[in-house]
Nanobody
Framework: QVQLVESGGGLVQAGGSLRLSCTASGRTFRISYTMGWFRQAPGKESEFVAAMDWSETKTIYADSVKGRFTISRYNAKGTVYLQMNSLNAEDTAIYYC???????????????RGQGTQVTVSS
């Protein structure tokens, strides 16, 4: 099994920044897993945000966050981060960490997902 635990969410004013963290653990987790972030706003479907492969050479972002969000990871700790800058009200959502054994990042089909952390942006 793989456990993913997110932290770092909170309330921030529009234009502000937050950094989310997610630590992976579990008997079957491997550093080679691709890790990513999704979000779900009230009344909306889950939306892909960003993902990074284990080598940190392949990253993909949703168009809505390109240039504002940056994903990174620290493999020694099994941790992935999401630095979010220039936040706006449309970024308000529950943010979920996700992981997949796939070596190439994609926008879907992640086998493991965390419980989520709330991000609220006030305008």
């Amino acid at each position: 099994q793989v456990q993913l635990v997110e932290s770092g969410g909170g309330l921030v004013q529009a234009g502000g920044s937050l950094r989310l963290s997610c630590t992976a653990s579990g008997r079957t987790f491997r550093i080679s897993y691709t890790m990513g972030w999704f979000r779900q706003a009230p009344g909306k479907e889950s939306e892909f945000v960003a993902a990074m492969d284990w080598s940190e050479t392949k990253t993909i972002y949703a168009d809505s966050v390109k240039g504002r969000f940056t994903i990174s990871r620290y493999n020694a700790k099994g941790t992935v981060y999401l630095q979010m800058n220039s936040l706006n009200a449309e970024d308000t959502a529950i943010y979920y960490c996700a992981a997949t054994p796939a070596l190439i990042p994609s926008t879907r089909d992640y086998e493991y997902r965390g419980q989520g952390t709330q991000v609220t942006v006030s305008s």
